[in-house]
């Protein structure tokens, strides 16, 4: 039902769309540099920010990316809504569109949530992160730290490590870094890797911590236990650590490391690299901000028009 155009996966972007997003993320960059960090690109636009997921980072960076674009914000939290009561997030959505909402961006614990949500909605839709589903900023905001802090992704090799079985990030992120030229090796215990990922994404996968030696930048993904369940998916998180655990003696000099958060020190990596110098983990963080500002930029003005022009204009408010 969505009348404007939604962001629920990446591959509803093309790499030319890509590119666009990261380089309108360059421009609002430039305007978080300013005294007055404030535009009035979506001033009179509606965003309704529904986190039904513990969220920290998204959450945060997404609300202030509307406040800096100067949208009326409203955020909603899981806990304390009606669907604690047993509300379902259709009618969840049919309630809050009754208030004319311009953009939903939602995280779900459940797979397809954010297509769902679409069709009850005249609102674009942002996904968020849809349990082990999507999450499409997380992959655009990985991007734009590479591009901004190696070099362009176009034939750089990225090692990705842990748990890809149960990570949006992952799912996200693979088909990215291909779409953008990257050769990528997934690293990861058999039990933590879908069945057919190669053929179906064009990566290599391994089982062994040395195939990250030759990567130029290694992504470490979160132990996701708590949607593992009862599943016996390692034999223990020691066990884990002692074979995967990304840290300085597995790591050469020069390499940069990477990290969704939240991040387990002493699990799938070392406090020591957390807070190296070599560690792109902040600058993930910082650039979640400016590319959340361009991707609902994106959505609501669409390709037809670039920043600066008409009323999406960049000028202090």
Request: charged residues 20%.
């Amino acid at each position: 039902m969505s009348a404007r155009t939604s962001l629920l996966g990446i591959g509803d972007l093309s790499p030319d769309d890509i590119a666009r997003i990261l380089g309108t993320a360059e421009r609002f960059g430039a305007v978080m540099e300013r005294d007055i960090k404030k535009v009035p690109t979506l001033r009179g636009r509606t965003v309704v920010n529904l986190f039904l997921e513990p969220s920290t980072r998204t959450s945060t960076s997404f609300e202030l990316a509307a406040k800096r674009l100067s949208a009326d914000v409203v955020s909603i939290r899981g806990s304390g809504t009606s669907m604690e009561k047993g509300e379902t997030l259709k009618d969840t959505i049919l309630t809050l569109e009754a208030y004319g909402p311009d953009v939903f961006v939602i995280r779900h614990p459940q797979v397809g949530a954010c297509a769902l949500a679409g069709r009850y909605t005249d609102a674009a839709v942002i996904n968020a992160g849809d349990g082990a589903g999507e999450h499409p900023t997380q992959a655009l905001l990985d991007l734009y730290t590479v591009q901004h802090e190696v070099g362009s992704p176009d034939g750089l090799h990225i090692a990705i490590v842990g748990d890809v079985l149960h990570s949006r990030v992952a799912r996200s992120g693979l088909r990215a870094f291909r779409m953008m030229g990257a050769r990528v090796t997934v690293v990861a215990p058999p039990t933590l890797v879908p069945r057919h990922l190669g053929e179906a994404f064009g990566v290599e996968v391994s089982s062994d911590i040395r195939d990250i030696a030759d990567a130029d930048v290694v992504y470490v993904l979160r132990m996701q236990l708590e949607r593992m369940g009862e599943g016996g998916f390692v034999p223990s998180l020691e066990e884990y650590a002692r074979m995967y655990q990304v840290n300085h003696a597995r790591l050469r000099p020069g390499q940069r490391v990477m990290h969704a958060g939240p991040v387990n020190r002493g699990v799938e990596i070392s406090g020591a690299v957390v807070d190296g110098s070599d560690a792109l983990i902040e600058a993930q963080a910082a650039n979640g901000l400016v590319v959340r500002m361009a991707v609902l930029y994106d959505v609501l003005a669409g390709a037809a028009s670039e920043p600066g022009t008409g009323d999406m204009a960049l000028e202090a408010a």
